[in-house]
Structures are given as structure tokens and as C-alpha cells.
């Protein structure tokens, strides 16, 4: 399915405050009323608007989903913005990865699987707009455009559980990092784009009495850090998944800031510290759901590993 969106897409929920017909809106976007009608089938798509029928008349109305009342409110409220430069096209794809948090260049051409030409003209093109600032080699969107990253996140979110039905129907989607995804599924999946992660993952270093199908929809080659990351976004507070991802991190020896940063993207820094922190010192973790430090070293003798606080 195409996410991108077009100008015309934009324009047509900028016009559809009082539910026009298919006829009215190609007279205010100034387009062919047969090109309306498939722009209007693609928001339609994408969770956008929906489409009731007045007799012969149809019409079109804002959906209910909170990307489409969130774009609708942002459109409205910086009308005096050019959306239609960084929310059409590539640029949305960049967009996505920024909603994660911060991005630096390698990230953002890995991730919005852009050419690096195209990265670098979006880059260049959202500066002249204020719309991405840039820290220590990072880029970010700014704190006053909270909104446009939150609509993406929404958005990122419908895209991908409808990605997911074309996968799974047994699918269960768990949380969006872009455009890419991650889920879970009681059968095992076999599909392009879809790659073993979390414990699934972690089962190729540590067997796992019971390892669990979890995916994720990307087509990088994921690293180490982020298997780990998955395995906690999975189930957070599981005292299980949490023991394995710790035994995970002293068998391959994971980058500690890239760990750390990766779980900033996912919203589970504190996590992610509680266990590094445990590691470093060897101290019982004040999170209740934490293992304690005994469990973790009678296990990590179990599968041979080396725990030296």
C-alpha cells in the first residue's frame, strides 16, 4: 500500500468541512471530477476520510481516526505553513523516522530507505522551512511541531496494522517505529520485508524452552541492540522476556549507548537503564518487575554464560 500522500490528497482534507460532494470538491482542488474520485478512494485507504451517499450524491466526510482528526487540526492551525513540502512524497518518509526521536544521517538513510541525492535535498529543503533542526549531527523535529509527530506516530500506526493484515491475519501489531513495525503471530511467517527479532531472534543464541514468533516489517538487517529492544517492547514488565534479554546482553556483549539509545526510540529508557545499571553494579533493581540478581546468575550458569559485575 502507498503512504505517501499527494497535494491534492492534503487540499481535499483541507475542504471537507461540510461533507461536499465528489463534484463540489473537484471544483474547489481544481482537478477532473474522475481524478477526485480515485484521490478521495486513496484517503479512503489510508483511514482519512470516509464516504456516505446522499441518493445519487456522494458525499465526503472526515473519518474519526485520530491521524485523520490530528492532519485535519494541523492543517487548519498552520495554514500558513507549507505542509503540503514535508508531508507529500519522500519527505514523509523522513518524517517517519524523525517521529521516533532524534536521527542522524546514517539512521535516516537506513531507515526511509531514501538515495542519499534524496535524503540530502529533503534535508536541505526542511531547514529553509524551520521544520527539522539539527544538534550534534542529529536531526529532529522541532519541540513547537509536537503535533506533526504526534499525527505521524497515528499515522505510522494505521499504516502498519493494515500492512499487517496483508501479512497475518493472525498478526498482532505491537508498536510502529516509522514505517516499520513490530508485531507478534502464533504461526510463523515467511514474507518479504518481515524479519525474526525479539526472542525469536535471541532463540539462535539462547535456546529458548518457548520461543515466541515475534517480527518486525523493515527491510534493514537488524542489529544486535535492537533484538533486545524488541524482546522488552514485546512484554515490558515480563520478569521471563526481561531474564533472557539480560543472559542476551552478556552472551554477545551488546553496545550499551546504542542499546540505550534504540529504547529511546521505543519510549523504554528506563528499562533499558534499570538492566544496565543492574549489570554494571550487581544491585537488586527497585522496579519490581526487574529479576533479581541471583536469578540472573543461577540462569546465566545455566547456559554457560560469564556474568563479572
Not at 516499520?180 to 532463540?203: H, P, Y
Not at 544496565?276 to 518487575?289: P, R
Request: hydrophobic residues 40%; charged residues 25%.
Amino acid at each position: 500500500m502507498d503512504f505517501k500522500l499527494t497535494k491534492f490528497e492534503l487540499q481535499i482534507i483541507s475542504h471537507i468541512d461540510d461533507s461536499p460532494s465528489i463534484s463540489e470538491l473537484a471544483n474547489r482542488i481544481g482537478v477532473t471530477k474522475g481524478y477526485t474520485s480515485r484521490l478521495v478512494a486513496s484517503l479512503v485507504k489510508k483511514g482519512f476520510v470516509d464516504i456516505s451517499t446522499n441518493g445519487v450524491s456522494k458525499n465526503v466526510g472526515l473519518s474519526n481516526n485520530p491521524h485523520a482528526v490530528k492532519l485535519k487540526n494541523i492543517l487548519h492551525k498552520r495554514s500558513y505553513m507549507p505542509l503540503s513540502e514535508f508531508l507529500q512524497g519522500s519527505g514523509i518518509q523522513v518524517m517517519a523516522v524523525l517521529s521516533t526521536g532524534e536521527a542522524d544521517f546514517a539512521r535516516l538513510l537506513d531507515e526511509s530507505e531514501l538515495s542519499e541525492a534524496t535524503l540530502r535535498r529533503i534535508i536541505k529543503k526542511f531547514k529553509s522551512y524551520a521544520v527539522l533542526v539539527c544538534r550534534n549531527k542529529k536531526y529532529e523535529i522541532p519541540q513547537d511541531l509536537i503535533d506533526i509527530k504526534d499525527f505521524m506516530r497515528d499515522y505510522c500506526s494505521y499504516i502498519g496494522v493494515l500492512k499487517l493484515r496483508d501479512i497475518s491475519l493472525q498478526g498482532r501489531f505491537i508498536i510502529p517505529h516509522g514505517f516499520e513495525f513490530l508485531f507478534t503471530s502464533d504461526n510463523k511467517i515467511m514474507c518479504e520485508k518481515v524479519r525474526s527479532t525479539g526472542l525469536s531472534a535471541m532463540s539462535d543464541t539462547i535456546p529458548l524452552m518457548l520461543a515466541e514468533n515475534q517480527y518486525f516489517y523493515s527491510s534493514r538487517t537488524l542489529s544486535n541492540e535492537e533484538f533486545a529492544v524488541h524482546a522488552i517492547v514485546a512484554d515490558p514488565y515480563s520478569k521471563r522476556n526481561l531474564t533472557y534479554v539480560i543472559l542476551y546482553i552478556l552472551k554477545v556483549k551488546n553496545d550499551k549507548n546504542r542499546f540505550v539509545t534504540i529504547s529511546d526510540q521505543y519510549g523504554i529508557t528506563d528499562i533499558s537503564r534499570s538492566i544496565l545499571n543492574m549489570l554494571d553494579t550487581g544491585k537488586q533493581s527497585e522496579e519490581i518487575f526487574m529479576p533479581s540478581p541471583s536469578y540472573i546468575k543461577q540462569k546465566a550458569a545455566e547456559y554457560n554464560i560469564i556474568w563479572q559485575e
